[in-house]
C-alpha cells in the first residue's frame, strides 16, 4: 500500500514562503494524481494544489492561484509544494494526498473522499 510523508513544514512570516515535500514509498510519477490538501482550524478539508500523474496538468483554487506552485520532485517517488507570498489564512495543516483513479482536476476541486492515500500531514504556521 502507498505510504506518503509530509515534510517542510514551520512558521514563516507574512509574504514569506516555504517549501513542502511529499515522499511516497513508490514511484509516483505516471501512476497517480496527487493533490495537496489542507486543513485549518474549524474548517473544512480543501484541495489547494492539483497535480495530474503525468505533470501535465495542475491547478489551483483561487485562494492560491499565483502564489503555490506543485510540481515533481527530484526523484521519481516526491512532489513538491512551493508556497510563496504566504498569508495568515494560509496557515493549516497541509497534507498530501493521491490515487491512482481517473478523476477531475479541474481547479482543483477534488473530494477528499476520492483520494486513496494520505500522509499525516505537515503544519504551516504564517505569523507576525
Known amino acids: 500500500q502507498l505510504q506518503l510523508v509530509e515534510s517542510g513544514g514551520g512558521l514563516v512570516q507574512p509574504g514569506g514562503s516555504l517549501t513542502l515535500s511529499c515522499a511516497a514509498s513508490?514511484?509516483?510519477?505516471?501512476?497517480?494524481?496527487i493533490v495537496w490538501f489542507r486543513q485549518a482550524p474549524g474548517k473544512e478539508r480543501e484541495g489547494v494544489s492539483c497535480?495530474?500523474?503525468?505533470?501535465?496538468?495542475?491547478s489551483y483554487p483561487e485562494s492560491v492561484n499565483g502564489r503555490f506552485i506543485v510540481s515533481r520532485g527530484n526523484t521519481k517517488n516526491t512532489v513538491t509544494l512551493q508556497m510563496n507570498k504566504l498569508k495568515s489564512e494560509d496557515t493549516a495543516v497541509y497534507y498530501c494526498?493521491?490515487?491512482?483513479?481517473?478523476?477531475?482536476?479541474?481547479?482543483?476541486?477534488?473530494?477528499?473522499?476520492?483520494?486513496?492515500?494520505w500522509g499525516a500531514g505537515t503544519l504551516v504556521t504564517v505569523f507576525s
Open positions: 513508490e514511484v509516483l510519477w505516471d501512476y497517480y494524481d
Open positions: 494526498a493521491a490515487t491512482s483513479k481517473r478523476m477531475s482536476l479541474l481547479k482543483c476541486r477534488v473530494n477528499p473522499t476520492d483520494l486513496d492515500y
Open positions: 497535480l495530474g500523474r503525468r505533470a501535465d496538468y495542475e
